[in-house]
Protein backbone atom coordinates (compact mmCIF):
# COMPACT_ATOMS: atom_id res chain seq x y z
CA UNK A 1 0.00 0.00 0.00
CA UNK A 2 1.55 3.50 -0.76
CA UNK A 3 2.39 5.23 1.84
CA UNK A 4 0.46 8.26 1.50
CA UNK A 5 -2.74 6.25 1.37
CA UNK A 6 -1.28 4.03 4.70
CA UNK A 7 -0.87 7.74 6.42
CA UNK A 8 -4.47 8.76 5.32
CA UNK A 9 -6.11 5.57 6.72
CA UNK A 10 -4.23 5.70 9.95
CA UNK A 11 -5.39 9.59 10.37
CA UNK A 12 -8.65 8.66 9.50
CA UNK A 13 -8.28 5.47 12.27
CA UNK A 14 -6.81 7.45 14.67
CA UNK A 15 -9.99 9.33 15.35
CA UNK A 16 -11.79 5.76 16.44
CA UNK A 17 -11.48 3.79 19.17
CA UNK A 18 -8.27 2.15 20.41
CA UNK A 19 -8.56 -1.59 21.80
CA UNK A 20 -6.74 -3.61 23.62
CA UNK A 21 -6.49 -7.63 24.00
CA UNK A 22 -4.26 -9.77 25.97
CA UNK A 23 -1.96 -12.66 24.76
CA UNK A 24 -4.23 -15.79 24.19
CA UNK A 25 -7.82 -13.46 23.81
CA UNK A 26 -9.62 -14.69 20.99
CA UNK A 27 -11.00 -11.93 19.12
CA UNK A 28 -13.79 -13.60 16.43
CA UNK A 29 -15.49 -16.80 16.20
CA UNK A 30 -16.69 -18.48 13.16
CA UNK A 31 -20.28 -17.12 12.92
CA UNK A 32 -19.64 -13.97 13.67
CA UNK A 33 -20.82 -10.93 11.14
CA UNK A 34 -17.56 -8.53 11.28
CA UNK A 35 -19.31 -5.38 10.94
CA UNK A 36 -16.47 -3.43 11.59
CA UNK A 37 -12.99 -2.62 9.81
CA UNK A 38 -9.55 -3.29 11.95
CA UNK A 39 -6.06 -1.86 11.28
CA UNK A 40 -3.60 -3.02 14.08
CA UNK A 41 -1.57 -0.84 15.82
CA UNK A 42 0.91 -3.42 17.48
CA UNK A 43 0.98 -7.10 18.07
CA UNK A 44 0.50 -10.45 16.27
CA UNK A 45 -2.58 -12.53 15.92
CA UNK A 46 -3.31 -15.27 14.03
CA UNK A 47 -6.69 -16.69 12.09
CA UNK A 48 -7.61 -20.46 11.95
CA UNK A 49 -10.40 -22.79 11.32
CA UNK A 50 -10.53 -26.33 12.96
CA UNK A 51 -11.12 -29.36 11.00
CA UNK A 52 -11.22 -33.08 12.77
CA UNK A 53 -9.74 -31.51 16.19
CA UNK A 54 -6.40 -29.73 14.00
CA UNK A 55 -6.02 -26.06 13.78
CA UNK A 56 -5.28 -24.79 10.52
CA UNK A 57 -4.29 -21.58 10.34
CA UNK A 58 -3.90 -19.08 7.56
CA UNK A 59 0.07 -17.93 6.84
CA UNK A 60 -0.24 -14.38 8.03
CA UNK A 61 0.66 -12.98 11.82
CA UNK A 62 -1.40 -9.68 10.63
CA UNK A 63 -4.77 -11.66 9.09
CA UNK A 64 -7.39 -9.60 10.62
CA UNK A 65 -7.79 -6.57 7.78
CA UNK A 66 -7.87 -8.79 5.27
CA UNK A 67 -10.23 -11.20 7.12
CA UNK A 68 -12.86 -8.27 8.13
CA UNK A 69 -12.02 -6.42 4.91
CA UNK A 70 -13.05 -9.75 2.78
CA UNK A 71 -16.26 -10.60 5.23
CA UNK A 72 -17.35 -6.70 6.38
CA UNK A 73 -17.10 -5.05 2.86
CA UNK A 74 -18.52 -8.19 0.79
CA UNK A 75 -20.96 -9.13 3.89
CA UNK A 76 -19.82 -12.53 4.53
CA UNK A 77 -20.05 -14.57 7.48
CA UNK A 78 -16.85 -14.68 9.52
CA UNK A 79 -15.10 -18.16 9.29
CA UNK A 80 -11.88 -17.96 11.15
CA UNK A 81 -11.15 -17.82 14.81
CA UNK A 82 -9.06 -14.55 15.28
CA UNK A 83 -6.80 -15.17 18.12
CA UNK A 84 -4.07 -12.62 19.47
CA UNK A 85 -1.00 -14.21 20.14
CA UNK A 86 0.81 -11.45 21.70
CA UNK A 87 -0.51 -8.58 23.45
CA UNK A 88 -2.43 -6.27 20.87
CA UNK A 89 -3.41 -2.95 20.43
CA UNK A 90 -5.70 -2.13 16.79
CA UNK A 91 -8.30 0.39 15.99
CA UNK A 92 -11.84 -0.15 15.32
CA UNK A 93 -14.50 1.69 13.23
CA UNK A 94 -17.90 0.71 12.16
CA UNK A 95 -17.64 -0.69 8.54
CA UNK A 96 -20.45 1.69 7.19
CA UNK A 97 -17.89 4.53 8.47
CA UNK A 98 -14.58 3.00 6.73
CA UNK A 99 -16.84 2.45 3.31
CA UNK A 100 -18.07 6.35 3.42
CA UNK A 101 -14.65 7.28 4.19
CA UNK A 102 -12.77 5.15 1.65
CA UNK A 103 -15.25 5.92 -1.34
CA UNK A 104 -14.30 9.70 -0.99
CA UNK A 105 -10.93 8.92 -2.68
CA UNK A 106 -10.93 7.10 -5.82
CA UNK A 107 -7.11 6.52 -5.01
CA UNK A 108 -7.66 5.15 -1.15
CA UNK A 109 -10.79 2.71 -2.95
CA UNK A 110 -8.25 1.53 -5.16
CA UNK A 111 -5.15 0.73 -3.05
CA UNK A 112 -8.05 -1.13 -0.07
CA UNK A 113 -8.72 -3.45 -2.94
CA UNK A 114 -5.64 -3.91 -4.31
CA UNK A 115 -4.42 -4.58 -1.19
CA UNK A 116 -7.49 -7.02 -0.28
CA UNK A 117 -6.62 -8.52 -4.10
CA UNK A 118 -2.48 -8.73 -2.76
CA UNK A 119 -2.78 -10.33 0.28
CA UNK A 120 -5.35 -12.68 -1.37
CA UNK A 121 -3.09 -13.82 -3.93
CA UNK A 122 -0.19 -13.99 -1.60
CA UNK A 123 -1.86 -16.42 1.04
CA UNK A 124 -3.22 -18.45 -1.43
CA UNK A 125 0.12 -18.70 -4.02
CA UNK A 126 2.57 -19.41 -1.20
CA UNK A 127 -0.11 -21.64 0.77
CA UNK A 128 -0.26 -23.87 -2.03
CA UNK A 129 3.18 -24.11 -2.35
CA UNK A 130 3.58 -24.60 1.18
CA UNK A 131 1.16 -27.42 2.23
CA UNK A 132 2.81 -29.30 -1.21
CA UNK A 133 6.63 -29.19 -0.07
CA UNK A 134 8.13 -31.38 2.47
CA UNK A 135 8.53 -30.44 6.20
CA UNK A 136 11.83 -28.85 5.10
CA UNK A 137 10.57 -26.52 2.44
CA UNK A 138 7.15 -25.96 4.32
CA UNK A 139 8.96 -24.34 7.59
CA UNK A 140 11.41 -22.18 5.31
CA UNK A 141 8.36 -21.21 3.16
CA UNK A 142 6.70 -19.53 6.19
CA UNK A 143 9.18 -18.05 7.80
CA UNK A 144 9.78 -16.40 4.36
CA UNK A 145 6.18 -15.52 4.47
CA UNK A 146 6.52 -14.08 8.24
CA UNK A 147 9.76 -12.59 7.09
CA UNK A 148 8.26 -10.57 3.74
CA UNK A 149 4.49 -9.94 6.09
CA UNK A 150 5.99 -8.20 8.63
CA UNK A 151 10.08 -8.45 8.94
CA UNK A 152 12.13 -5.43 8.55
CA UNK A 153 15.78 -5.26 7.03
CA UNK A 154 18.55 -4.27 8.72
CA UNK A 155 22.15 -4.49 7.93
CA UNK A 156 21.07 -7.05 5.52
CA UNK A 157 19.33 -9.31 7.96
CA UNK A 158 15.55 -9.24 8.14
CA UNK A 159 14.02 -8.63 11.69
CA UNK A 160 10.86 -9.95 13.01
CA UNK A 161 9.82 -8.54 16.45
CA UNK A 162 8.11 -12.05 17.51
CA UNK A 163 9.47 -15.32 17.80
CA UNK A 164 6.17 -17.13 16.65
CA UNK A 165 5.47 -20.40 18.51
CA UNK A 166 6.23 -23.55 16.97
CA UNK A 167 2.90 -24.79 17.58
CA UNK A 168 1.68 -22.04 15.53
CA UNK A 169 3.63 -22.33 12.49
CA UNK A 170 2.54 -26.24 12.75
CA UNK A 171 -1.49 -25.37 12.26
CA UNK A 172 0.43 -23.25 9.36
CA UNK A 173 1.94 -25.91 8.03
CA UNK A 174 0.10 -28.81 8.76
CA UNK A 175 3.11 -30.53 10.71
CA UNK A 176 3.36 -31.18 14.60
CA UNK A 177 4.99 -29.02 16.88
CA UNK A 178 7.93 -31.26 17.58
CA UNK A 179 8.72 -31.53 13.36
CA UNK A 180 8.71 -27.42 13.17
CA UNK A 181 10.72 -27.46 16.17
CA UNK A 182 13.68 -29.59 14.29
CA UNK A 183 13.39 -27.72 11.19
CA UNK A 184 13.92 -24.17 13.10
CA UNK A 185 16.99 -26.28 14.51
CA UNK A 186 18.19 -27.32 11.44
CA UNK A 187 17.95 -24.08 10.04
CA UNK A 188 19.67 -21.87 12.50
CA UNK A 189 22.39 -24.69 12.77
CA UNK A 190 23.02 -23.64 9.15
CA UNK A 191 23.13 -20.34 9.95
CA UNK A 192 20.31 -19.10 8.01
CA UNK A 193 18.09 -17.67 10.67
CA UNK A 194 18.91 -17.13 14.28
CA UNK A 195 16.71 -15.95 17.30
CA UNK A 196 17.84 -12.64 19.49
CA UNK A 197 15.96 -12.37 22.44
CA UNK A 198 12.25 -12.15 21.54
CA UNK A 199 13.37 -11.53 17.64
CA UNK A 200 13.49 -13.91 15.06
CA UNK A 201 16.19 -12.59 12.81
CA UNK A 202 16.36 -14.25 9.16
CA UNK A 203 20.13 -13.94 8.36
CA UNK A 204 19.90 -15.30 4.40
CA UNK A 205 16.27 -14.79 2.96
CA UNK A 206 17.24 -15.70 -0.23
CA UNK A 207 18.54 -19.17 0.96
CA UNK A 208 15.43 -19.55 2.62
CA UNK A 209 13.21 -18.73 -0.31
CA UNK A 210 15.81 -20.92 -2.09
CA UNK A 211 15.05 -23.91 0.51
CA UNK A 212 11.17 -23.19 -0.29
CA UNK A 213 11.06 -23.32 -3.51
CA UNK A 214 9.10 -20.32 -3.89
Known amino acids: ?9 ELFFN ?43 LPSLRPLFFCAGINGLHKKTNKYFVEAITAVELWAVPMDEFVKFIEKDINVLSEVNKKLIDDLVFL ?5 QIVAGDATS ?17 NGEIFVDFNTPHRVLASMAGLTR ?14 YIDSRGRKMVIKNIEKIREIAKI
Request: hydrophobic share 40%; net charge positive.
Open 1 to 9: MKDKVKNQL
Open 15 to 57: QFELIKYKKGQVLFRPGENLSTAYIEKSGFLRAYVTSDGKEIS
Open 124 to 128: VNNWQ
Open 138 to 154: KVAGLLWMIAKDVGKEK
Open 178 to 191: ETVTLQILKLQKQG
